[in-house]
């Protein structure tokens, strides 16, 4: 209904959709997409002289477009004009901004036929993901429009300045106008970069917002090779923030790049890669499981971010669900994406398509095939095509997997059902987090792994595909991101800075310094030993009831209150100690009652707050000792481990810290006290989740340097001049999503008669 989302007057318009399986609905929409289908059909001739043609992935022998790629000096020439207007649309009324988002939302649902005929001929896609790559983006930029009115109340922030959007070919006009409609709507100009493969559906997205009144150079299209916006783009200093969603190999270039400019860290919103996991125990409903199974792991091609990887069966009902599996796959139709019969399409380039046949050679000595789909008879290998028939696997444990299987691929691991919680700890083992799907009756269990999970969205008895805008705000953490969640309330957040800035001048660490962070080979086991201990602590720490942890905190504060050794190093103990007591409360509110999401009967959503991890508070003598204390106290109470990296000026005061938290119960490797000697060698650390930094410190950018060196996940320097946002960025966001009509066990029995 076109007002789900809103109350008493309130809120936003849901998007439209189209009913397939309505005569009435579905008759108009083939007869528009067949027309489209023929008017946009070109031959070679019609292509201008060094342009790069647009070929359909299911036949390339179709040409359906064309562009050419921007020159060096051509994406210059973006970033002078986009610099230039923001300084009128950050002006611009927020208000105007939204009213904006809602008229290209609004256009966008009057153009649906023709966006579903480009997401089939460019991208690949069946109708039916068609329909939902519209929806999503009017979604997006309603929510955002609503969400940019809320934020506005906070006069403290401003626009960051110009953004670059770098978007993926999956989901060619959602994510490509998410990004940029959040950009836009909180002040900042844009650089849209989207997929090569990709580059027509956002063309023609920008000319519609165009036609509805966005200004010039607000947004700008940049379709050029990624290699080319790498080292144009992303290395100038006028280039405010960075959203990707990629391959975490990508993301991880990105921010070495930024990271090489020098001073403060950009802000860099990253999706990246997931190994996608589904735990099903021998309560769940075997019928459900496999119609979730199927749409998880082959809707799309298997070609979506959240798209399940693994299946983990336990093995009592394994054969069983498998049968059902096999018998599943072989009614699905492999074939043309522009019958409204065809199920799955094809992958959308060579290169996926080798990864794929690759990864298909690979499993013949690594794992049993146990389905592979034929084509339908519409796949004439004469003409071309990207298809790879949907593969089902047996494996013997998820690590033979080597990396994320980006297709229509699922493989199954067999499980005891004493084993259930160590397959959570597997999973989290692999360093992604994005999604995760769990199939059982057992309420209590559902909620248990739930909770020891570290992917970042979790799906109950239902698909772990097609989060919707608002209601299951979607991002992963370690490997799969950095957060915060698209389509959720705090993504705007990081769009926008406060308006109080540390000084440029002292971001540059001079050799002196950096000498005294990095420490010989005994100060290097050290820094090992200690982080090797705060990751053993982490799991239960962050498991320890809220209530608890805010108790040993207060403790904490209430034990420092009279050490003179920390009223000698303090301006003004009292006023620190009552912002330390202060932030507690506001910690406790936001984490003790998660926020319900809306959403349509017989569905729960709920966003949870967790911690980061290991967490770093680095202190010098730069750093403010109000900063130093909030930044150990937030870190604590919201669940995160802390190794407080300090100067000698804080080492004696820290030691005493560790001992007054030690008192409170607490494990001692919870709260830990390393020198600077350390820091370089923790910054490498596999198990560091993120370093918090005063602002004011002249080790901020040494500190990012460090960080974007990293194998693994994009960690975040951690500043904030005020206090409350500062709690925002030391947790994670976690969205848990239930399928309420499913608790109730096998539904079959209700429809039991009782015999005479």
Known sequence: PIDLYRDEGKGRDNSKGLDLTDINELTPLKVSLDTWFVDHLLNKNDLPVGANAVMNPANRSEIIGFHQYASKDDMLAMIDNAEAAFDIWSKTPVAERAALLCRIADILERHMDELIALCIKEAGKVAQDGIDEVREAVDFCRYYAARALELSEDDRLEARGVVLCISPWNFPLAIFLGQVAAAIATGNTVLAKPAEQTGLIALRAIELMKSVGLPKNVVQAVIARGSAVGSTIIPDSRIQTVMFTGSTETGTHISQTLAERGGDQVPF???????????????????????????????????????????????????????????????????????????????????????????????????????????????????????????????????????????????????????????????????????????????????????????????????????????????????????????????????????????????????????????????????????????????????????????????????????????????????????????????????????????????????????????????????????????????????????????????????????????????KDVFQVAKLCHLETMLAHSALSGVVVDSSSDSKHYVSDQLAQRHGAILPVISSEYFDNLIQRLVTEKTVSIDTTASGGNTSLMTLVEED
């Open 269 to 667: 919103i990253a999706e990246t890669g997931g190994q996608n996991c589904m735990i099903v125990d021998s309560t769940a409903l075997p019928e459900q499981v496999v119609d979730d199974v199927i749409s998880s792991g082959f809707q799309s091609a298997g070609q979506r971010c959240s798209a399940l990887r693994v299946l983990f069966l336990q093995e009592d009902i394994a054969d069983n669900v498998i049968t059902m599996l096999q018998g599943a796959l072989a009614e699905l139709h492999v074939g043309n994406p522009a019958k409204l019969s065809t199920d799955v399409g094809p992958v959308i380039d060579q290169k996926a398509l080798d990864a794929l046949n690759a990864h298909s050679d690979y499993m013949q000595s690594h794992g049993k095939l146990l389905y592979q789909c034929k084509f339908s008879d519409d796949v004439v290998d004469e003409n071309g095509h990207f298809f790879f028939a949907p593969r089902l696997y047996e494996i013997d444990d998820i690590s033979v997997l080597q990396r994320e299987v980006f297709g229509p691929c699922v493989h199954i691991v067999r499980f005891k059902g004493n084993e259930i919680e160590s397959v959570v700890d597997k999973i989290n083992g692999t360093g992604f987090g994005l999604t995760m799907g769990i199939h059982t009756r057992i309420e209590h269990r559902a909620y248990d792994l739930a909770r020891l999970s570290r992917a970042g969205n979790i799906y109950i008895n239902r698909n772990m595909i097609g989060a919707i805008v608002g209601v299951q705000p979607f991002g992963g953490r370690g490997l799969s991101g950095t957060g915060p969640k698209a389509g959720g309330p705090n993504y705007l957040t990081r769009l926008v800075k406060e308006k109080s800035t540390p000084d440029e001048d002292k971001f540059n660490s001079t050799v002196e310094k950096v000498a005294t962070l990095s420490g010989n080979a005994a100060d290097k086991h050290e820094a090992t030993r200690m982080m090797d201990k705060a990751s053993w602590v982490e799991k239960d720490w962050r498991l320890t009831e809220l209530n608890t942890r805010i108790s040993c905190v207060r403790q904490l504060l209430a034990k420092i209150a009279h050490v003179g050794i920390v009223e000698d190093l303090a301006d003004d103990l009292n006023r620190t100690l009552a912002a330390a007591r202060s932030q507690l409360i506001d910690i406790e509110k936001r984490l003790k009652k998660p926020q319900q999401l809306p959403g349509p009967t017989g569905e729960s959503n709920i966003i949870y707050l967790e911690n980061r991890g290991n967490i770093i508070c680095y202190a010098d003598e730069s750093v403010s000792f109000d900063f130093w204390v909030l930044s150990i106290v937030t870190a604590l109470a919201t669940g995160n481990t802390v190794i407080a990296v300090v100067s000698d000026l804080f080492y004696h005061e820290a030691l005493v810290f560790k001992e007054k938290f030690v008192a409170t119960g607490a494990d």
